[in-house]
């Protein structure tokens, strides 16, 4: 039986990473990206090589729109000299940065970078990629806690991801005719090096937010890659246009 390959945004480091070892673990061949941390990301490659599956890393800067053209010819390529395909079956759109900025405060240098990284990216990625994704696929965007509750600094990126759950659900619309569900993930506060590690490594505001959170921490990245791996498998076949928090009940 041929492999499923999922296709991983941002997957040299943080969530993507984790994803990509849990998707691998399942027997996924895996095409990552990453923006400038190549010896992250063919580290990466290698680990999961030597997991007995197939795996390529790309470079790719999500924000940048007009390379994406190009990239997905690489894609193309690597589909057929590296996995004998010419399409794959999973696109996780997961590549992105945290700028925390107060409302009154926020530069349009900053909301324009939120824009091109958060929404007008995976908007037009997925778009150029669309050819390559076959039928019965899956795409998973990325979203936020921050789209659900309100946190004074976080504006600008919590718009983007709401903006990312209502493209979702008109993706999930569109794309049904050929069988390609569309979901977004909304991580709660996880321990990861994203935002500047904060929440990881600030023991106040690690406290903080798992003082809020139903089930009493903060969120791990095994707990996004996990999920992320069960909603791309065949328990996920029949969600879809769906947005699925993964925060262990924060701020319910």
Not at 65 to 75: D, G, K
Not at 86 to 110: K, P, Y
Request: proline share 2%; glycine share 12%.
């Amino acid at each position: 039986m041929t492999r499923k390959i999922a296709l991983i945004t941002g997957a040299s480091r943080g969530l993507g990473k984790n994803a990509a070892q849990h998707l691998a673990a399942e027997g996924i061949d895996i095409i990552g990206t990453y923006r400038s941390r190549a010896d992250e990301a063919e580290a990466l490659g290698a680990e999961l090589r030597a997991q007995g599956v197939n795996a390529v890393m790309l470079q790719l800067d999500v924000g940048a729109s007009a390379s994406f053209a190009a990239f997905a010819e690489q894609v193309a390529s690597a589909l057929r000299e590296h996995f004998g395909r010419s399409s794959f079956d999973f696109l996780v759109n997961n590549a992105g940065i945290g700028i925390r900025a107060a409302f009154a405060e926020t530069q349009e240098e900053q909301f324009d970078q939120l824009v091109n990284i958060h929404l007008k990216g995976p908007f037009f990625l997925t778009q150029k990629l669309l050819p390559l994704i076959a039928d019965g696929g899956r795409i998973l965007n990325v979203s936020s806690g921050l789209a659900r509750f309100s946190l004074p600094g976080y504006a600008a990126y919590g718009a983007m991801k709401g903006a990312i759950e209502v493209l979702s659900r008109y993706q999930a619309v569109e794309l049904g005719a050929r069988r390609i569900n569309v979901n977004t993930i909304a991580p709660g506060a996880i321990e990861t090096d994203f935002g500047g590690g904060a929440v990881r490594d600030n023991p106040d505001l690690n406290a903080y937010v798992a003082s809020n959170t139903a089930l009493g921490r903060v969120g791990l990245p095994d707990d996004i890659g996990l999920a992320i791996a069960s909603l791309l498998g065949d328990g996920g076949r029949w969600i879809n246009g769906q947005r699925i928090e993964v925060s262990g009940g924060v701020y319910l």
